[in-house]
C-alpha cells in the first residue's frame, strides 16, 4: 500500500484580478479514495478543481497530483488522468461515433469505441449528431469521454447535473465501480445524497474556503438530531419545556412558529420520551411533530448561512 | 525510429483528421479557406495576354496570389479556428485530454499550411501550364519564403484570435488585414507605382517581403527586371528577409500576449 497521497493540496489560493476565488484550501485524497467538494454556488470548487486538472497555476500554496506539479508537469499528468468540466464544449457537428472515434485519437491506449459507447448508454444514438443529444445525454457522454484512457485520476465537476434519476443512478453505479477497482476520485456536487451516498469523505466549501471536512458521519456528527413542531395555540413560549436540558429554538415559517429542538450526543430517544410524557400530562398536542437525524443538508445550510452573517 | 516518430506524430494526426472534417462540415469556413482563393486563381485567366511592365499581368497576379494565399488559408482560417473552439470551449475540453498545448495547437496550424501548400502547388500548376509561366527559378528561396510567411500570419492568427470576441466577428476582424495585404503588398500590382513615402511603409507590412521574395524565386530577377543568379536572388532578398524575421518576433510576442484558451469572464 502507497502512502503518499495521490492528491496533496495545502494552503492553494487562486485569484481572478483582485477577486481571491480560492483563499487557503488543504486536503489530501488517497489511492482509491472518493473525495467531495460540495458548497454554495460561487465557493471556488470549479477553480479548485481546474487547478489540480492544471489548467491554470495556484497563485499560493502547493499542489501536486500523482506527485507532480499539475500546472509546471502537465505533460506528465494530463495522460493519467481523466476529466470532465462543468462547462467543456462539444463540436455539434459531430456524430456521437465520430466524437468518440477522434477523441480516442487523442488518447494513448483507449478503451474500445463500443465499451465508451455504452458507458454513456447512447448505444442507440452513435449517429446522432451530438448538438441534437439532450443535456443529460451531453452529460453521459462527457463522463464515457473522461474514462476514455483508463485514468487513474478522475476529476467530476458536477458530474450528475441534467441527468434523469436512472442516469443519475447508473452514473453512480460506474463511478462507484471505478473506485472499486483503485481508481481515485475528486468530484464535486450540489446533490448532498450523491455526496452521502458516493464520498469516503468530503469537504464543504465556502467562500473559497473549507469550513468542515472529514467523512458524512465525522462532518453531520457535530451538528445534533432535530425534534420540531408547531407551537400550541396559546401556550406561552416560557413553559416550553427543556427535555434532557435541550433549549427550544422559535422560527416562524407560514404564519406559525415553529419550535426545535437540536439534540447533541445522547440521541434523539431520550429528549424524544421526556418531551412526548411533557406533552402528555399538560394534554397539549403537538401538531406536525416531527423527529430526524442530522443531515449532510443541516451541515450545508448553516455553513452557508453562518458564514453569510 | 521510425516508430518512435510515428508515435509522436500520431497526436498531431489526429487533430489534423479532425480539423479537415470539422472544415468539410462548416461550409462557409470552407468557402473562406479553399472557395475564396478558388476565385482568385479562375480570375487570372482573363488577365491572359495582358502586360504590366514588360511582364505578362496574369503572371505577375499569380505570384502574388502565392503568398496572398496565405491570408485566407492560413490568416483568416486559423483566427475562426481558435475563436470558435474558444467560445464553444471546445479548446479547453480538448485540452483536458492527453494532447499537448503544442500538439492540440500546431495540429490546426499543421492542417492549414497543409490546405494552403496544395493551393500554392495548384496555382503552380495553373501559372505553368495555362499562363506561360514556367518552372519557378530558385524553389528553395520560393519555400523558404512561403514558409517564413506561413510562421507570420500563423502567428498573427493566433494574436488576433484572443481579441475577436466570436467566430462571426473574426470575417470582421481580419477585413483590413485582408484589405491592406491585398493593395499594399505588390499583390495586384507592383509596389513601384506607390508613392515613395507610402512604397517604404507598405514593404513593411507583413505580406509584402513573402510577394517580394516570391517574384524575386519565380522570375530569377529583381522587381526592375535584371536576371539574378541562383545566390543573387537571396542576397537581393536579405531586405526582405529581415522585415519577416521582424514580423515573426513581434507575431511571437503578440500571440503570447492575447491568445486566450478560454472565454473571457465578465
Ligand atoms: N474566469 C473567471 N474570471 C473571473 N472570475 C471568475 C472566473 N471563474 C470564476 N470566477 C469567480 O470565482 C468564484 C468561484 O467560482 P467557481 O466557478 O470556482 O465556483 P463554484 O464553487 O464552482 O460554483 P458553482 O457551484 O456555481 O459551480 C465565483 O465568484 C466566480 O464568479
Ligand atoms: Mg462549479
Known sequence: ?309 | MNAALSRRAAPVLAVVRLDVRLLWRNRTALFTAAGLPLMFAALLLPARGEEIDGRSAALVQGTGHLGFFLIFAVFMNLVSVFTARREERTLKRMRGTALSDAELLGGSVLTAVGMYAAQVLGLLVLLGAALDGRFPADPLLLTAGLAGGAAVFALLAFALSGVTPNAEMAGLTTLPVMFACMAGSGVMFPLDELPDGLREAARWLPLSPVVEITRTAYFGEDADGAAVGLLDGWSHSLYAFAVLAAWIVVGRYLAGRLFRWEPRRG
Open chain 1, 1 to 309: 500500500m502507497n502512502s503518499e497521497p495521490v492528491i496533496h493540496v495545502e494552503g492553494l489560493r487562486r485569484r481572478y484580478g483582485d477577486f481571491e476565488a480560492v483563499a487557503g484550501v488543504s486536503f489530501e485524497v488517497g489511492a482509491g479514495e472518493l473525495f467531495a467538494l460540495l458548497g454554495t454556488n460561487g465557493a471556488g470548487k470549479t477553480t479548485t478543481l481546474e487547478t489540480l486538472e492544471g489548467y491554470r497555476p495556484a497563485h499560493g500554496g502547493t499542489v501536486r497530483v500523482l506527485g507532480h506539479d499539475p500546472h509546471a508537469d502537465r505533460r506528465a499528468v494530463r495522460p493519467r488522468i481523466g476529466i470532465m468540466l462543468q462547462d467543456g464544449g462539444f463540436f455539434g457537428d459531430l456524430t456521437v461515433a465520430e466524437t468518440v472515434a477522434h477523441w480516442r485519437g487523442f488518447t494513448p491506449r483507449p478503451r474500445p469505441a463500443d465499451e465508451v459507447i455504452g458507458l454513456a448508454g447512447l448505444e442507440d444514438r452513435t449517429a446522432v449528431r451530438v448538438r441534437q443529444l439532450s443535456g443529460g445525454q451531453k452529460r453521459r457522454l462527457d463522463l464515457a469521454l473522461a474514462l476514455l484512457g483508463h485514468p487513474e485520476v478522475l476529476f467530476l465537476d458536477e458530474p450528475t447535473t441534467g441527468m434523469d434519476p436512472a442516469a443519475r443512478h447508473a452514473t453512480w453505479r460506474i463511478v462507484r465501480d471505478l473506485v472499486d477497482g483503485g481508481t481515485t476520485v475528486v468530484l464535486t456536487t450540489h446533490y448532498l445524497e450523491e455526496a452521502e451516498h458516493l464520498a469516503d469523505r468530503l469537504a464543504l466549501m465556502h467562500r473559497g474556503r473549507i469550513g468542515t471536512s472529514g467523512t458524512v458521519a465525522e462532518v453531520v456528527a457535530g451538528h445534533g438530531d432535530r425534534i420540531a413542531f408547531r407551537l400550541p395555540e396559546g401556550l406561552p413560549v416560557a413553559e416550553l419545556p427543556a427535555p434532557r436540558g435541550a433549549v427550544p429554538d422559535l422560527a416562524v415559517t407560514g404564519g406559525r412558529t415553529v419550535v426545535t429542538y437540536t439534540v447533541g450526543g445522547g440521541g434523539l430517544q431520550p429528549v424524544l420520551y421526556e418531551l412526548l410524557r411533557w406533552a402528555d400530562e399538560h394534554r397539549v398536542a403537538l401538531d406536525g411533530l416531527n423527529a430526524r437525524n442530522a443531515s449532510l443538508e443541516d451541515v450545508f445550510l448553516s455553513t452557508a448561512e453562518g458564514a453569510a452573517a
